[in-house]
């Protein structure tokens, strides 16, 4: 019989009490009994996210350990959660995870004028009162907007980190835990989490749930696929063959029980393909290439970074592997777009100064802010073109504040998921045969995109100058597709003919990608039509 073992947890001034078996980390114990923690890599051992401090007991230091943490640290108790096996009673202490501070963070859908002509389009049932409910089923972060089904009033929205994060912050990390045997864990994890968000965003309206007339579900496709409890076998080896793609309608009683609720209709947006999902489907939607004939480019920045170029005739995709450095993922200071996350950045006459979303103390870097400071460390010479930092940086790295710090390897984490995004644009123009004059508008999806400072990024080649008059930020544009949806189901004809209409690019099999992928690792490249 195999021993368990009691481990005592303090977090967030509270105290929880897990079972650890035998050979199962820390954090697989936690995950396993509810309890979310942070570890970008998939519990590889490199990103040092999930550290946790031994208050009693004792956890040998693994050769993870030792790598990522100082010798005072070690002797302090400091340990990865994801590589440390408990051979007796412990207590441990965690940190105030950002996957728990995003809880609880309301935001609505960013207006635009395409958004609200959209939803202005999207005709209720006037004989049907209730509530409709748009769900963005991102990697990262899970939102939710509630609607008044007649007047198509917004009535509460609220988000919360995707807690599979525990399993890697990249799709592809989780796409190997599910082909692992952690299909049915990441599967209840994810149902769980959105009945808890559900039932927030009514909390939040001060409605009750009895309200709900129908829900909508935008997300990349495999996010679907685990939700769903579809196997992700075919997701993880070319030509990465989806379980399916098409529209999935279904009702709450079977993927969402613990609602309590009559069975609600729920409808899942169809995909393009295993890389190109539901979500930049949603966008294409909202942004209304379905009915125009202009060429038009829509950026998604996330993991996955999905670009789409072109009009209701002819589509080009692809998804760009940016990675989490986007989203704070991978970055040794890095968090999510939490209170206390550092979102802008500015050096002037060598001091630096910087501001925190809801102006609360700084806690770490989120994307946007990640971008600001590594263009303004160009712009004032501490790092070159390449993007090496000054000598007197390089080893201990650029301080934001004593306990933040960005490294030389935080730069090239920015630098290589800025090359991707750059060269996948690059890749999708000159297959559609244009130049940058020939694109009419460039829309910015997800939040990342609405609170980005274009001049920066302009300014590190992120995206090309010509481009900066014709920028138009939409906000999370898979939320407003999937609310769009739930008012209006004809909608979805309109999303297939977008999907019939689209080509994906595989950047991988592209001649060129590479040439242009260390190109634009680069600061100082120059742009070309």
């Not at 389009?121 to 509630?146: M, N, R, V, Y």
């Not at 274009?454 to 138009?472: M, N, S, T, V």
Request: hydrophobic share 40%.
């Amino acid at each position: 019989m195999r021993r368990k073992h009691n481990i005592h947890i303090h977090q967030n001034n509270q105290i929880s009490k897990i079972e650890c078996s035998e050979q199962e980390t820390i954090l697989e114990a936690m995950v396993r009994q509810g309890i979310s923690y942070r570890s970008d890599c998939g519990g590889r051992g490199s990103c040092g996210k999930c550290k946790l401090q031994v208050l009693s007991g004792t956890l040998k230091v693994t050769a993870w350990d030792k790598v990522l943490f100082t010798e005072q640290e070690l002797d302090a108790g400091v340990r990865l959660a994801c590589k440390a096996i408990a051979e007796e009673d412990l207590t441990i202490l965690l940190g105030n995870s950002s996957d728990q501070g995003l809880k609880g963070i309301t935001q609505s859908i960013h207006s635009s004028s395409n958004i609200d002509a959209a939803l202005e389009k999207a005709e209720a049932d006037a004989d049907s009162a209730g509530c409709i409910l748009g769900i963005d089923l991102g990697s990262t972060t899970l939102a939710f907007q509630l609607l008044d089904r007649r007047q198509g009033k917004p009535l509460a929205s609220y988000s919360m980190v995707n807690p599979q994060r525990a399993y890697g912050a990249d799709v592809v990390s989780r796409i190997k835990a599910s082909n692992d045997g952690k299909a049915d864990q990441l599967m209840r994890l994810i149902r769980t989490a959105l009945e808890e968000g559900i039932k927030a965003v009514f909390q939040a309206a001060q409605l009750s749930i009895e309200m709900l007339r129908h829900i909508s579900i935008a997300g990349n496709t495999t996010m679907i696929h685990l939700l769903m409890g579809y196997s992700c076998q075919g997701l993880g080896v070319y030509p990465f063959t989806p379980v399916t793609l098409d529209t999935i309608t279904t009702h709450s009683n079977e993927i969402f029980p613990g609602l309590q609720v009559s069975d609600i209709p729920v409808t899942i947006l169809p995909a393009i393909s295993a890389f190109a999902g539901g979500d930049i489907v949603a966008g294409l939607a909202v942004c209304g290439y379905p009915n125009t004939e202009e060429i038009s480019l829509l950026i998604d920045f996330g993991t996955n970074g999905e670009i789409a170029l072109g009009n209701k005739n002819k589509l080009l995709v692809t998804s760009t592997a940016a990675g989490p450095a986007f989203e704070g993922g991978n970055l040794s200071c890095g968090t999510g777009s939490i209170p206390g996350a550092i979102n802008h950045v500015k050096i002037s006459d060598g001091k630096i100064s910087y501001d925190t979303i809801e102006q609360q103390p700084a806690t770490g870097i989120c994307g946007t802010g990640a971008i600001e400071l590594v263009s303004e460390l160009y712009r004032n010479g501490i790092i070159d073109d390449t993007g090496l930092l000054q000598e007197e940086y390089f080893a201990s790295g650029y301080p934001l504040l004593d306990t933040l710090v960005l490294t030389q390897k935080d730069i090239r984490e920015m630098q290589m998921a800025k090359a991707a995004v750059r060269a996948g644009i690059e890749i999708l123009l000159k297959r559609y045969g244009i130049g940058y004059s020939q694109v009419h508008k460039v829309y910015l999806a997800g939040g990342f995109g609405f609170y980005l400072d274009i001049q920066k990024a302009i300014r590190i080649g992120l995206l090309p100058e010509a481009f900066q008059d014709k920028i138009l930020t939409v906000g999370n544009s898979s939320l407003a597709g999937a609310v769009m949806t739930g008012r209006d189901q004809a909608l979805i004809r309109q999303m297939k003919n977008v999907i019939a209409n689209s080509q994906e690019l595989h950047l991988s099999n592209d001649e060129d990608f590479q040439e242009l992928y260390l190109k634009y690792m680069y600061f100082a490249s120059p742009d070309t039509d």
